[in-house]
């Protein structure tokens, strides 16, 4: 929650996610100041979430855009949940819905277990497990 705790920077990972990928896009995309874009994109970069790519359009200065990472893609169904909740449960938040671009119905983001059962919130447990060759 530390990276990714604030507005501004769920907004940059959707857009990410939708494909924006320069500064400029972002920093009007997302409605912030360009030193605010420019300190979130720092913040997710460094905690793996975008990378930094060099490109250069003709005639000019070379300069970054920014991608998802794997690690960036993974915490997508954490922020498309995030989304899910507000459109759910906030009245005045109604416009994002989810949809399966195959068949254009309504997606949603839920949890199955490794056998495919869907798995409600009063059937999920958390366990803490040690990690191999630690304490």
Avoid: N
């Avoid at 857009?15 to 995309?29: L, Q």
């Avoid at 793996?48 to 998802?68: I, T």
């Amino acid at each position: 929650m530390g990276v990714i705790g604030t507005k501004s920077a769920m907004l940059i990972l959707r857009e990410a996610y939708y494909g924006t990928t320069r500064f400029d896009d972002f920093a009007r995309r997302v409605g912030i100041t360009k030193a605010a874009t420019s300190a979130r994109l720092t913040e997710l970069v460094d905690a793996g979430l975008l990378a930094r790519r060099p490109y250069r359009e003709p005639g000019q200065r070379v300069r970054d855009e920014y991608v998802l990472t794997e690690a960036g893609t993974d915490l997508m169904p954490v922020v498309w949940g995030m989304f899910e909740w507000g459109r759910r449960h906030l009245a005045d938040d109604t416009r994002l819905h989810l949809t399966h671009l195959g068949c254009g119905a309504e997606a949603t983001v839920e949890i199955r277990c490794a056998q495919g059962h869907l798995v409600p919130p009063d059937e999920l447990g958390v366990s803490l497990r040690h990690r191999s060759g630690t304490d």
